[in-house]
Structure formats: structure tokens, C-alpha cells
């Protein structure tokens, strides 16, 4: 007869969570899965970058629905919800332009109030 539990801890063993989805791998750590699915296709990127649900579900894994943008433009595409379907890539592109645009802005810097004794 087989065991009918199927053994959650093992290498390769998806969850779902509040936060999305995470892999457990082979030394025992827990991963989140769109991130270990970006790096199994492109590699390890540079630091500073965040990988991007296109459609804004988190759940939603698939290669095709990640992209790798700075910090800055990953805010910007949260702040203003803007979520595309997967095969809008055009849209995507132009408003990851405008976040960058957004972004380099010349931002109201306030003067630091000197300390009086």
C-alpha cells in the first residue's frame, strides 16, 4: 500500500504563502519561487535590481511574467498600479521609461536645521 503523505520537506517542494510562492532547496532553505525561476532562466542579476510581476500576481510565476527593473521604477509600477497582461510588453517598457523619468526628477531637498547649544 503507498503512503498517501506526501512528504512537504523535501528538495523542490513549492508552497504557497501570504507573500507568494516559495521552493525549498536542496540545502533546506525556503526561496521565494519567482526569484529562483528568474535565476534558473538568466542568472544571477546585479544588486539594486528587483524582479517584477508583470501582472501584478504575485502567484503568477511564469518566465514570461518577470522582468528584472531597478528599485526606483519597481516603486513607481507599485505606487501607480500599473499591471499589464503578459503580452502587453510594449506598455510595460514605455512605463518603466516614464518611472525612470519620474525618478530622475529633480527632487525638493530640505536644508539640514543646524544644532543651537
Not at 504557497?16 to 535565476?39: A, D, P, S, T
Not at 532562466?41 to 531597478?70: F, M, Q, T
Amino acid at each position: 500500500m503507498k503512503n498517501k503523505y506526501v512528504n512537504v520537506n523535501k528538495p523542490g517542494t513549492i508552497k504557497k504563502r501570504i507573500k507568494g510562492n516559495f521552493i525549498k532547496l536542496e540545502n533546506g532553505e525556503w526561496r521565494e519561487y519567482y526569484k529562483y525561476v528568474y535565476e534558473q532562466h538568466y542568472g544571477k542579476g546585479p544588486k539594486g535590481y528587483i524582479i517584477h510581476h508583470i501582472n501584478g500576481n504575485i502567484y503568477d510565476d511564469r518566465i514570461e511574467n518577470l522582468i528584472r527593473v531597478s528599485r526606483p521604477v519597481h516603486n513607481y509600477l507599485i505606487s501607480q498600479k500599473l499591471w499589464f497582461n503578459s503580452d502587453d510588453k510594449e506598455n510595460l517598457l514605455t512605463a518603466c521609461l516614464l518611472a525612470e523619468l519620474a525618478h530622475r526628477k529633480p527632487h525638493r531637498i530640505r536644508k539640514k536645521k543646524s544644532k543651537k547649544c
